[in-house]
Protein backbone atom coordinates (compact mmCIF):
# COMPACT_ATOMS: atom_id res chain seq x y z
CA UNK A 1 0.00 0.00 0.00
CA UNK A 2 1.17 3.56 -0.83
CA UNK A 3 1.26 5.88 2.12
CA UNK A 4 2.89 9.01 0.73
CA UNK A 5 4.44 9.61 4.10
CA UNK A 6 6.46 12.71 3.97
CA UNK A 7 8.63 12.61 7.32
CA UNK A 8 8.76 15.99 9.50
CA UNK A 9 12.47 17.28 9.90
CA UNK A 10 13.18 18.02 13.26
CA UNK A 11 13.91 21.81 12.82
CA UNK A 12 10.20 22.30 11.16
CA UNK A 13 8.92 20.44 14.38
CA UNK A 14 10.48 22.64 16.61
CA UNK A 15 9.06 25.17 14.99
CA UNK A 16 5.15 23.97 15.16
CA UNK A 17 6.04 22.81 18.52
CA UNK A 18 6.96 26.31 20.18
CA UNK A 19 4.63 28.43 18.24
CA UNK A 20 1.77 26.16 19.97
CA UNK A 21 0.60 28.15 23.49
CA UNK A 22 -0.21 25.29 26.14
CA UNK A 23 1.63 25.73 29.52
CA UNK A 24 1.81 22.14 30.85
CA UNK A 25 0.22 19.52 28.62
CA UNK A 26 0.81 16.09 30.20
CA UNK A 27 -0.40 13.52 26.47
CA UNK A 28 0.33 14.44 23.16
CA UNK A 29 -1.07 12.52 20.24
CA UNK A 30 0.25 12.25 16.92
CA UNK A 31 -2.06 10.18 14.28
CA UNK A 32 0.22 9.08 11.60
CA UNK A 33 3.37 9.71 13.64
CA UNK A 34 5.89 8.12 11.29
CA UNK A 35 9.52 8.20 12.51
CA UNK A 36 7.92 10.50 15.66
CA UNK A 37 9.94 14.03 14.84
CA UNK A 38 6.57 15.95 16.15
CA UNK A 39 6.67 14.20 19.29
CA UNK A 40 9.81 14.23 20.04
CA UNK A 41 9.76 18.06 19.29
CA UNK A 42 7.04 18.13 21.88
CA UNK A 43 9.11 16.06 24.36
CA UNK A 44 11.67 18.33 23.66
CA UNK A 45 10.06 21.52 25.04
CA UNK A 46 7.88 19.84 27.74
CA UNK A 47 9.88 16.92 28.97
CA UNK A 48 7.02 15.61 31.31
CA UNK A 49 4.98 14.69 28.38
CA UNK A 50 3.79 11.22 27.60
CA UNK A 51 4.08 10.65 23.91
CA UNK A 52 0.97 8.37 21.99
CA UNK A 53 1.74 7.66 18.14
CA UNK A 54 -0.72 6.11 15.80
CA UNK A 55 0.09 4.43 12.48
CA UNK A 56 -0.84 2.72 9.55
CA UNK A 57 2.55 1.57 9.35
CA UNK A 58 3.32 -1.85 11.26
CA UNK A 59 7.45 -0.68 10.91
CA UNK A 60 7.45 2.37 12.30
CA UNK A 61 4.93 1.21 15.34
CA UNK A 62 8.19 -1.96 15.73
CA UNK A 63 10.29 1.08 15.83
CA UNK A 64 9.02 3.25 18.02
CA UNK A 65 8.58 0.58 20.43
CA UNK A 66 11.97 -0.71 20.47
CA UNK A 67 13.04 2.44 21.54
CA UNK A 68 10.61 2.82 24.47
CA UNK A 69 9.99 6.75 23.99
CA UNK A 70 6.30 6.64 22.49
CA UNK A 71 3.19 4.30 23.28
CA UNK A 72 2.69 3.30 19.91
CA UNK A 73 -0.21 1.40 18.83
CA UNK A 74 -0.71 0.02 15.03
CA UNK A 75 -4.33 1.56 14.22
CA UNK A 76 -5.68 3.08 11.38
CA UNK A 77 -5.96 7.19 11.03
CA UNK A 78 -9.21 6.55 8.94
CA UNK A 79 -10.86 4.54 11.32
CA UNK A 80 -14.23 6.32 12.91
CA UNK A 81 -14.45 4.80 15.77
CA UNK A 82 -10.63 5.81 16.25
CA UNK A 83 -11.82 9.05 18.52
CA UNK A 84 -13.05 6.57 21.22
CA UNK A 85 -10.50 3.78 21.30
CA UNK A 86 -7.98 6.93 21.90
CA UNK A 87 -10.02 8.20 24.90
CA UNK A 88 -11.07 5.17 26.33
CA UNK A 89 -7.29 3.95 26.48
CA UNK A 90 -5.69 7.32 27.06
CA UNK A 91 -8.49 9.98 28.43
CA UNK A 92 -8.75 13.70 27.26
CA UNK A 93 -5.90 14.24 25.20
CA UNK A 94 -4.58 17.92 25.51
CA UNK A 95 -1.82 18.37 22.80
CA UNK A 96 -2.28 16.75 18.84
CA UNK A 97 0.39 17.36 16.43
CA UNK A 98 -0.21 15.79 13.15
CA UNK A 99 1.66 15.45 9.64
CA UNK A 100 -0.97 13.86 7.37
CA UNK A 101 -0.26 11.57 4.45
CA UNK A 102 -1.08 13.41 1.36
CA UNK A 103 -3.13 11.70 -1.57
CA UNK A 104 -6.18 10.98 -2.63
CA UNK A 105 -8.94 9.11 -0.85
CA UNK A 106 -12.13 8.05 -1.57
CA UNK A 107 -14.52 9.73 0.04
CA UNK A 108 -16.67 6.30 1.56
CA UNK A 109 -19.00 6.19 4.70
CA UNK A 110 -16.64 5.98 6.97
CA UNK A 111 -14.89 9.19 5.20
CA UNK A 112 -18.19 10.88 5.28
CA UNK A 113 -18.98 10.17 9.48
CA UNK A 114 -15.53 11.21 10.41
CA UNK A 115 -16.60 14.52 8.59
CA UNK A 116 -20.08 14.73 9.80
CA UNK A 117 -19.26 14.47 12.94
CA UNK A 118 -17.97 17.39 13.57
CA UNK A 119 -19.65 19.61 10.95
CA UNK A 120 -17.59 19.62 7.61
CA UNK A 121 -19.18 17.29 5.64
CA UNK A 122 -21.74 20.10 4.74
CA UNK A 123 -18.27 21.80 3.08
CA UNK A 124 -17.50 18.85 0.36
CA UNK A 125 -19.15 18.61 -2.44
CA UNK A 126 -21.74 15.92 -3.01
CA UNK A 127 -20.46 14.72 -6.78
CA UNK A 128 -17.16 14.19 -5.42
CA UNK A 129 -15.81 10.58 -4.99
CA UNK A 130 -12.07 11.62 -3.99
CA UNK A 131 -10.90 13.81 -1.29
CA UNK A 132 -7.52 14.57 -0.33
CA UNK A 133 -6.59 12.61 2.36
CA UNK A 134 -5.36 15.01 5.03
CA UNK A 135 -9.06 16.77 5.27
CA UNK A 136 -10.04 13.59 7.04
CA UNK A 137 -6.90 13.36 9.32
CA UNK A 138 -7.97 17.16 10.26
CA UNK A 139 -11.32 15.88 11.08
CA UNK A 140 -10.15 13.12 13.01
CA UNK A 141 -7.87 16.00 14.89
CA UNK A 142 -10.67 18.19 15.39
CA UNK A 143 -12.50 15.35 16.90
CA UNK A 144 -9.87 14.54 19.05
CA UNK A 145 -9.31 18.36 20.15
CA UNK A 146 -10.23 18.82 24.02
CA UNK A 147 -11.86 21.74 25.17
CA UNK A 148 -8.53 23.50 26.51
CA UNK A 149 -6.55 21.31 24.24
CA UNK A 150 -4.38 22.13 21.47
CA UNK A 151 -3.92 21.03 17.66
CA UNK A 152 -0.69 21.89 15.47
CA UNK A 153 -0.98 20.23 12.31
CA UNK A 154 0.52 20.78 8.75
CA UNK A 155 -1.31 21.18 5.50
CA UNK A 156 -1.05 21.48 1.97
CA UNK A 157 -1.42 24.54 -0.04
CA UNK A 158 -4.33 23.37 -1.31
CA UNK A 159 -6.15 23.65 1.77
CA UNK A 160 -4.83 26.94 2.93
CA UNK A 161 -5.46 28.68 -0.24
CA UNK A 162 -7.05 26.69 -2.73
CA UNK A 163 -10.04 27.40 -4.90
CA UNK A 164 -12.01 24.22 -4.33
CA UNK A 165 -11.50 24.25 -0.20
CA UNK A 166 -13.04 27.61 0.56
CA UNK A 167 -15.71 25.61 2.43
CA UNK A 168 -12.93 24.01 4.38
CA UNK A 169 -11.63 27.24 5.43
CA UNK A 170 -14.63 29.34 6.31
CA UNK A 171 -15.62 26.60 8.71
CA UNK A 172 -12.78 25.94 10.19
CA UNK A 173 -12.10 29.89 10.72
CA UNK A 174 -15.99 30.41 11.89
CA UNK A 175 -15.82 27.04 14.44
CA UNK A 176 -12.40 27.34 15.70
CA UNK A 177 -9.72 30.09 16.57
CA UNK A 178 -6.61 29.48 14.28
CA UNK A 179 -4.04 31.10 16.12
CA UNK A 180 -1.16 30.76 13.43
CA UNK A 181 -0.91 30.16 9.50
CA UNK A 182 2.94 29.53 9.21
CA UNK A 183 3.92 29.17 5.54
CA UNK A 184 6.89 26.77 5.20
CA UNK A 185 9.50 26.98 2.30
CA UNK A 186 8.68 24.63 -1.07
CA UNK A 187 11.50 22.42 0.05
CA UNK A 188 10.64 21.50 4.09
CA UNK A 189 9.80 17.57 3.02
CA UNK A 190 11.93 15.32 1.34
CA UNK A 191 10.77 13.80 -2.11
CA UNK A 192 7.91 16.74 -2.77
CA UNK A 193 8.61 20.40 -3.80
CA UNK A 194 4.76 21.35 -1.97
CA UNK A 195 4.12 24.12 -0.60
CA UNK A 196 3.17 23.34 2.84
CA UNK A 197 1.89 25.33 6.04
CA UNK A 198 1.53 24.79 9.88
CA UNK A 199 -1.55 25.67 11.43
CA UNK A 200 -2.04 25.85 15.23
CA UNK A 201 -5.53 25.69 15.92
CA UNK A 202 -8.03 25.47 19.55
CA UNK A 203 -11.31 25.96 20.59
CA UNK A 204 -12.91 29.40 19.56
CA UNK A 205 -13.34 31.27 23.02
CA UNK A 206 -14.49 34.99 21.06
CA UNK A 207 -16.15 35.69 18.01
CA UNK A 208 -14.32 38.24 15.19
CA UNK A 209 -10.85 36.56 15.53
CA UNK A 210 -8.59 38.01 13.18
CA UNK A 211 -5.99 35.05 11.60
CA UNK A 212 -2.36 35.88 11.92
CA UNK A 213 0.00 34.86 8.72
CA UNK A 214 3.97 34.10 8.78
CA UNK A 215 6.48 32.68 6.65
CA UNK A 216 9.31 30.92 8.69
CA UNK A 217 11.68 33.09 6.30
CA UNK A 218 10.28 36.34 7.17
CA UNK A 219 10.36 38.73 10.04
CA UNK A 220 6.87 40.46 9.49
CA UNK A 221 3.02 38.76 10.65
CA UNK A 222 0.36 39.61 9.04
CA UNK A 223 -3.18 40.45 10.50
CA UNK A 224 -6.08 39.71 8.16
CA UNK A 225 -9.62 39.29 8.54
CA UNK A 226 -11.38 36.12 8.49
CA UNK A 227 -13.08 36.63 5.36
CA UNK A 228 -9.70 37.37 3.97
CA UNK A 229 -8.48 34.21 5.03
CA UNK A 230 -11.09 32.13 3.79
CA UNK A 231 -10.39 33.47 0.34
CA UNK A 232 -6.64 32.81 0.88
CA UNK A 233 -4.56 32.19 3.62
CA UNK A 234 -1.16 32.16 2.60
CA UNK A 235 1.24 34.92 4.04
CA UNK A 236 2.92 35.07 0.01
CA UNK A 237 -0.50 35.91 -1.52
CA UNK A 238 -1.29 38.87 1.31
CA UNK A 239 2.25 40.30 1.30
CA UNK A 240 2.04 40.59 -2.46
CA UNK A 241 -1.07 42.13 -2.50
CA UNK A 242 0.38 45.09 -0.35
CA UNK A 243 2.93 45.63 -3.04
CA UNK A 244 0.47 45.54 -6.38
CA UNK A 245 1.14 48.39 -8.38
CA UNK A 246 -2.52 49.29 -9.24
CA UNK A 247 -3.36 53.14 -10.25
CA UNK A 248 -6.85 54.32 -11.70
CA UNK A 249 -5.57 54.32 -15.48
CA UNK A 250 -6.79 51.04 -16.12
CA UNK A 251 -10.32 50.16 -15.02
CA UNK A 252 -12.21 47.02 -15.45
CA UNK A 253 -14.15 48.13 -18.44
CA UNK A 254 -10.78 48.27 -19.92
CA UNK A 255 -9.84 45.15 -21.03
CA UNK A 256 -11.55 41.50 -21.17
CA UNK A 257 -10.19 38.22 -20.18
CA UNK A 258 -10.31 34.82 -22.14
CA UNK A 259 -8.57 31.08 -21.55
CA UNK A 260 -7.64 28.98 -24.37
CA UNK A 261 -10.83 25.92 -24.32
CA UNK A 262 -8.66 23.35 -25.96
CA UNK A 263 -5.54 21.31 -24.92
CA UNK A 264 -2.31 21.53 -26.10
CA UNK A 265 -2.65 17.68 -27.17
CA UNK A 266 -5.71 18.63 -28.75
CA UNK A 267 -4.69 21.52 -30.72
CA UNK A 268 -1.39 19.53 -32.32
CA UNK A 269 -3.74 16.75 -34.13
CA UNK A 270 -5.44 19.72 -35.55
CA UNK A 271 -2.11 21.85 -36.19
CA UNK A 272 1.19 23.17 -35.43
CA UNK A 273 0.22 26.81 -35.89
CA UNK A 274 -1.23 27.27 -32.29
CA UNK A 275 0.47 28.40 -29.24
CA UNK A 276 1.45 26.98 -25.70
CA UNK A 277 3.28 27.69 -22.48
CA UNK A 278 6.34 25.82 -23.91
CA UNK A 279 6.92 28.03 -26.64
CA UNK A 280 6.16 31.20 -25.15
CA UNK A 281 9.85 32.21 -24.62
CA UNK A 282 10.68 33.02 -20.72
CA UNK A 283 11.07 36.89 -21.31
CA UNK A 284 8.66 39.06 -22.17
CA UNK A 285 8.20 39.59 -26.08
CA UNK A 286 6.49 41.37 -28.55
CA UNK A 287 5.47 39.21 -31.84
CA UNK A 288 3.71 38.33 -35.04
CA UNK A 289 1.67 35.16 -35.66
CA UNK A 290 0.17 33.45 -38.75
CA UNK A 291 -3.08 34.04 -39.86
CA UNK A 292 -4.67 30.45 -38.68
CA UNK A 293 -7.62 31.11 -36.56
CA UNK A 294 -9.61 27.80 -35.73
CA UNK A 295 -13.38 27.83 -35.27
CA UNK A 296 -14.30 27.09 -32.20
CA UNK A 297 -10.83 27.60 -30.50
CA UNK A 298 -9.82 31.06 -28.51
CA UNK A 299 -7.66 32.59 -31.13
CA UNK A 300 -5.79 35.68 -30.55
CA UNK A 301 -6.27 38.92 -32.06
CA UNK A 302 -3.47 42.23 -32.96
CA UNK A 303 -2.71 43.66 -29.50
CA UNK A 304 -4.04 40.62 -27.51
CA UNK A 305 -1.30 40.11 -24.37
CA UNK A 306 -0.50 36.28 -23.22
CA UNK A 307 0.42 34.99 -19.87
CA UNK A 308 0.91 31.67 -19.57
CA UNK A 309 -1.11 30.67 -16.03
CA UNK A 310 0.11 27.05 -15.37
CA UNK A 311 3.53 25.26 -14.68
CA UNK A 312 6.53 26.10 -12.58
CA UNK A 313 8.63 26.82 -14.90
CA UNK A 314 6.53 28.50 -17.49
CA UNK A 315 4.01 30.35 -15.08
CA UNK A 316 4.14 34.19 -15.67
CA UNK A 317 5.62 34.17 -19.16
CA UNK A 318 3.79 36.86 -21.81
CA UNK A 319 3.78 37.48 -24.98
CA UNK A 320 2.54 40.63 -26.72
CA UNK A 321 0.68 39.62 -30.02
CA UNK A 322 1.20 42.03 -32.82
CA UNK A 323 -0.76 40.71 -35.41
CA UNK A 324 -1.71 37.50 -37.05
CA UNK A 325 -4.29 34.98 -35.41
CA UNK A 326 -3.77 31.78 -33.61
CA UNK A 327 -5.38 29.53 -31.22
CA UNK A 328 -4.13 29.28 -27.89
CA UNK A 329 -4.04 25.72 -25.16
CA UNK A 330 -5.65 25.71 -22.09
CA UNK A 331 -2.66 26.91 -20.20
CA UNK A 332 -2.69 30.31 -21.48
CA UNK A 333 -5.12 33.09 -20.43
CA UNK A 334 -5.32 36.19 -22.89
CA UNK A 335 -5.75 39.82 -21.79
CA UNK A 336 -7.64 42.10 -24.51
CA UNK A 337 -7.52 45.50 -24.29
CA UNK A 338 -10.51 47.39 -25.61
CA UNK A 339 -7.72 50.50 -27.08
CA UNK A 340 -4.11 50.43 -28.13
CA UNK A 341 -3.19 52.97 -25.39
CA UNK A 342 -4.69 50.16 -22.94
CA UNK A 343 -2.88 47.68 -24.76
CA UNK A 344 0.41 50.20 -24.17
CA UNK A 345 -0.20 50.45 -20.53
CA UNK A 346 -0.75 46.98 -19.72
CA UNK A 347 1.71 45.43 -21.80
CA UNK A 348 4.28 47.58 -19.19
CA UNK A 349 2.66 46.88 -16.48
CA UNK A 350 2.35 42.66 -17.17
CA UNK A 351 5.62 42.38 -18.91
CA UNK A 352 7.71 43.95 -15.63
CA UNK A 353 9.86 41.17 -13.12
CA UNK A 354 7.84 42.88 -10.53
CA UNK A 355 4.64 41.18 -12.13
CA UNK A 356 6.41 37.94 -12.48
CA UNK A 357 7.25 37.91 -9.17
CA UNK A 358 4.14 38.83 -7.93
CA UNK A 359 2.08 36.06 -10.04
CA UNK A 360 4.85 33.58 -8.70
CA UNK A 361 4.48 34.93 -4.96
CA UNK A 362 0.53 34.41 -5.49
CA UNK A 363 0.17 31.29 -7.78
CA UNK A 364 -1.80 28.70 -6.58
CA UNK A 365 -1.78 24.93 -6.37
CA UNK A 366 0.36 22.38 -4.58
CA UNK A 367 2.38 20.77 -7.22
CA UNK A 368 1.90 22.22 -10.31
CA UNK A 369 1.31 26.37 -9.90
CA UNK A 370 -1.26 27.78 -11.82
CA UNK A 371 -2.89 31.45 -11.82
CA UNK A 372 -6.03 32.40 -12.32
CA UNK A 373 -8.40 35.32 -14.23
CA UNK A 374 -8.70 37.24 -10.28
CA UNK A 375 -5.22 37.37 -9.80
CA UNK A 376 -4.17 38.83 -13.19
CA UNK A 377 -7.35 40.94 -12.79
CA UNK A 378 -6.31 42.09 -9.33
CA UNK A 379 -2.83 42.99 -10.63
CA UNK A 380 -4.08 45.67 -12.94
CA UNK A 381 -6.92 47.22 -11.37
CA UNK A 382 -7.77 45.56 -8.02
CA UNK A 383 -10.20 43.62 -6.26
CA UNK A 384 -13.88 44.60 -9.42
CA UNK A 385 -14.70 42.07 -11.57
CA UNK A 386 -13.27 42.54 -14.60
CA UNK A 387 -14.89 41.12 -17.75
CA UNK A 388 -14.53 37.36 -19.04
CA UNK A 389 -15.94 35.84 -21.89
Not at 151 to 164: F, Y
Not at 367 to 380: M, N, P, Q, S, V
Request: charged share 20%; glycine share 8%.
Amino acid sequence: MQLNQFYTESKFGDILVQKLSLSSPNNALDLGFGAGNLLHAAKRRWGHLNLIGIDIDKKNVIDAKSKSLIEALELNGFEPSLPDVINDQFGDIDLLVSNPPYFSRELDDGSKQILNSIGMLDCISSKLKKIPAELIFLAQNLRLLSRAGELGIIMPAGIVSGENWKPVREFLFSNYSVTNVIQLPTNSFKKTDAQTFILTVKHKSHLNESIPLSHINERTILSIQQQDAVVRADYTYHKGRALLTCGNDISINDFSLYRGNRSHNQLTEVTDMHLHTTNMPDHAVKKGVANAAIKGAKNTQPGDILVARVGRRCLGRVIFIDKGSVPISDCIIGIRPKTTQIGKMIWERISSSHCKNYLASVSLGVGAKYITHKIIKDYLVGNDDAVTF
